[in-house]
Antibody, heavy 119, light 111 residues
Framework: QVQLVESGGGLVKPGGSLRLSCAAS????????MSWIRQAPGKGLEWVSY????????YYADSVKGRFTISRDNAKNSLYLQMNSLRAEDTAVYYC????????????WGQGTLVTVSS | QSALTQPASVSGSPGQSITISCTGT?????????VSWYQQHPGKAPKLMIY???NRPSGVSNRFSGSKSGNTASLTISGLQAEDEADYYC???????????FGGGTKLTVL
């Protein structure tokens, strides 16, 4: 069964930085696009960023553009999200999700990692 | 990017059918057949239920079906069961961000 395990979440002060990681296993990581999706406490899902299988195509939500950077290391089967200039409104559970074989969707999700931005 | 519009809540009795709507624009739902639906139980990660408007991934019950008309997509759950009680989110590709957009979510209560 596909496995995605996020790590790197925690408590950070406003203006601070954090780097999230997502370790992938039990599938050929380099064949699939990956995305980060977040969910603020008690709120809905918000798409954050997308990276293609090769890493050459990247998109961001307007809310994080210029502050967050998505990247991947196909040799290490890992996805990353570098988050800078963090704000209180970035507080959320961050999920990494694998793209679908066919179509545009998020086929498998990790269990999420909580990021709390507070002074 | 504006979220897609879903009803906040729907309810139904066991065995009944319910439909959850998801309204967007011609830049997302209406412009592409890339609508997907996710089920999320409390404290759990979302699970893909429908992709590309009406396709079911392997392992998802055929009680779940999807459709689209114009700028509105729909998820129908037939033969409601207690385990279907969860939050449901729609999502679509959007040309606005070249990425994704989600609906606000719908809480399904099985009476």
């Amino acid at each position: 069964q596909v496995q995605l395990v996020e790590s790197g979440g925690g408590l950070v002060k406003p203006g601070g930085s954090l780097r999230l990681s997502c370790a992938a296993s039990r599938f050929t990581f380099s064949d699939y696009s990956m995305s980060w999706i977040r969910q603020a406490p008690g709120k809905g899902l918000e798409w954050v960023s997308y990276i293609s299988s090769s890493g050459t195509t990247i998109y961001y939500a307007d809310s994080v553009k210029g502050r967050f950077t998505i990247s991947r290391d196909n040799a290490k089967n890992s996805l990353y999200l570098q988050m800078n200039s963090l704000r209180a409104e970035d507080t959320a559970v961050y999920y990494c999700a694998r793209g679908c074989t066919n179509g545009v969707c998020y086929r498998y999700w990790g269990q999420g990692t909580l990021v709390t931005v507070s002074s | 990017q504006s979220a897609l519009t879903q009803p906040a809540s729907v309810s139904g009795s066991p065995g009944q059918s319910i439909t959850i709507s998801c309204t967007g624009t011609s830049s997302d739902v209406g412009g592409y057949n890339y609508v997907s639906w996710y089920q999320q139980h409390p404290g759990k990660a979302p699970k893909l239920m429908i992709y590309d408007v009406s396709n079911r991934p392997s392992g998802v019950s055929n009680r779940f079906s999807g459709s689209k008309s114009g700028n509105t997509a729909s998820l129908t759950i037939s033969g409601l069961q207690a385990e279907d009680e969860a939050d449901y989110y729609c999502s679509s590709y959007t040309s606005s961000s070249l990425g994704g957009v989600f609906g606000g979510g719908t809480k399904l209560t099985v009476l």
